[in-house]
């Protein structure tokens, strides 16, 4: 009964490198998402996807992309990353489909902490 | 999208007394209103949440109220102990959008 595993756990990018930060959440939910957190900021949401081959953009989506690659995994990759991006990222899950009545609790992975350099 | 705005950024109480935490947001369409405790190296855990349609709900020492015309809510917890330090955020949802608040630390001084 894993819930929302994100992977890796740590990274150290250099400038202008690239990574995709995977998520994989197994309670069959339909909407899944990715936040970063910085020190003051909360939570800010980069992308979401309500449910399977859509995606949206969300508070700070700019120097990211998203791929919903089934309904199980929702990955965000970093083309050419920066010190901005230095923050950790949280990926959750929820089973909220287009209907408002079912909104119930959002699942969290443990976060992956990233530092561009 | 919508916009969460969380009061105060730290909060530090004695010991058994009473922490609030208030929490104002901008989407009057918005209709589910949660609260996580986020403890250090952890990811946010839900603690309680409200609906719309509701505007006060109690779980043992933890209460959230909802006003709509206001467009506010808050988190009361009552007899604070040591585990309740943590970091708390509020958030809104509308549809599938779930917006948060900056968060508050809560320190609980023994």
């Known amino acids: 009964n894993a819930g929302v595993t994100q992977t890796p756990k740590f990274q150290v990018l250099k400038t202008g490198q690239s990574m995709t930060l995977q998520c994989a959440q197994d309670m069959n939910h339909n909407s899944m998402y990715w936040y970063r957190q910085d020190p003051g900021m909360g939570l800010r949401l980069i992308y979401y996807s309500a449910s399977e081959g859509t995606t949206d953009k969300g508070e700070v989506p700019n120097g990211y992309n998203v791929s919903r690659l089934n309904k199980r995994e929702f990955s965000l990759r970093l083309e050419s990353a920066a010190p901005s991006q230095t923050s950790v990222y949280f990926c959750?899950?929820?089973?909220?489909?287009?209907?408002?009545?079912?909104?119930?609790?959002?699942?969290f992975g443990q976060g992956t902490r990233l530092t561009v350099v | 999208g919508e916009n969460v705005e969380q009061h105060p950024s730290t909060l530090s109480v004695q010991e058994g007394d009473s922490a609030v935490i208030k929490c104002t947001y901008s989407d009057s369409a918005s209709n589910y209103f949660p609260w996580y405790k986020q403890e250090l190296g952890k990811g946010p855990q839900l603690i309680i949440d409200i609906r719309s349609n509701v505007g006060e709900k109690k779980d043992q020492r933890i209460a959230v109220t909802l006003n709509k015309t206001a467009k506010h809510f808050s988190l009361h917890i009552t007899e604070t102990q040591p585990e309740d330090s943590a970091v708390y955020f509020c958030a809104a949802s509308i549809i599938a959008e779930l917006s948060f608040g900056a968060g508050t630390t809560v320190t609980v001084r023994a």
């Open positions: 959750a899950s929820t089973p909220w489909g287009q209907s408002r009545s079912m909104n119930t609790e959002a699942f």
